[in-house]
């Protein structure tokens, strides 16, 4: 069964460096998103992204943060100048349509050091 | 208030028996979709049902199965004869709009289910 990639499972990284979080979505999905959970907590809705560009983003997801798909499979999550509170489990997810289920990826654990 | 609410913050349940997990909601949009996801200890997140707003009848996928009470606005998961391997945090999520467009989705707090020997 087609699933959705992240690379790196786990990502340790000084504070104040920036770091790119990769994602591969399911081949025929039009429909991109990232969320994050924070060790504990609830799955919290960051961006979705559709058409080249950014459909949807939550007030989490502010000028730290960016998304991008360089290329006709990866999504990329970049997030500048990291801070210890964005330490947390990132997931990528993709739809077939708006309207479709969203199937996640492994998730990347973040720690900030 | 809260958009997703579960109310069972943890459950243990005999094995083979049917564990109920409760979600309500709360949204004044007429097209929604409702979502439960399963999360193991190992961290990923794994769908497992989905009902939409003007479905008709409730979802089912094997042993889940999906209670929705639209004027309640509940939407509680039911695994018949539970298992070992059903031990996991459980989400409820919901979808507002029926625009079409890439939507994010509202999560509850989870739920965690230990199914005991």
């Known amino acids: 069964e087609p699933e959705v990639t992240q690379t790196p499972s786990h990502q340790v990284t000084q504070m104040g460096q920036e770091v790119i979080l990769r994602c591969v979505p399911i081949s025929n999905h039009l429909y991109f998103y990232w969320y994050r959970q924070i060790l504990g907590q609830k799955v919290e809705f960051l961006v979705s992204?559709?058409?080249?560009?950014?459909?949807?983003k939550s007030e989490i997801f502010d000028d730290q943060f960016s998304v991008e798909r360089p290329d006709g499979s990866n999504f990329t999550l970049k997030i500048r100048s990291t801070k210890l509170e964005d330490s947390a489990m990132y997931f990528c997810a993709s739809s077939e349509s708006g309207m479709q289920p969203q199937h996640f990826g492994d998730g990347t654990r973040l720690s900030i050091l | 208030a809260q958009k997703i609410t579960q109310t069972q913050p943890g459950m243990f349940v005999q094995e083979k028996e049917a564990v109920t997990l409760d979600c309500t909601y709360d949204?004044?949009?007429?097209?929604?979709?409702l979502f439960w996801y399963k999360q193991p200890s190992s961290g990923e997140m794994i769908f497992l049902i989905y009902q939409g707003s003007y479905d008709q009848q409730n979802a089912t996928e094997g042993r889940y199965s999906l209670n929705f009470q639209k004027a309640r606005k509940s939407a509680n998961l039911v695994i018949s004869a539970s298992q070992l391997g059903d031990s996991a945090m459980y989400f409820c999520?919901?979808?507002?709009?029926?625009?079409?467009?890439?939507?994010?989705?509202?999560f509850g707090k989870g739920t965690h289910l230990i199914i005991q020997p």
């Open positions: 999520a919901m979808r507002e709009g029926g625009r079409g467009g890439a939507d994010g989705l509202t």
């Open positions: 992204f559709y058409n080249n560009e950014i459909s949807e």
């Open positions: 949204t004044s949009d007429p097209s929604y979709g």
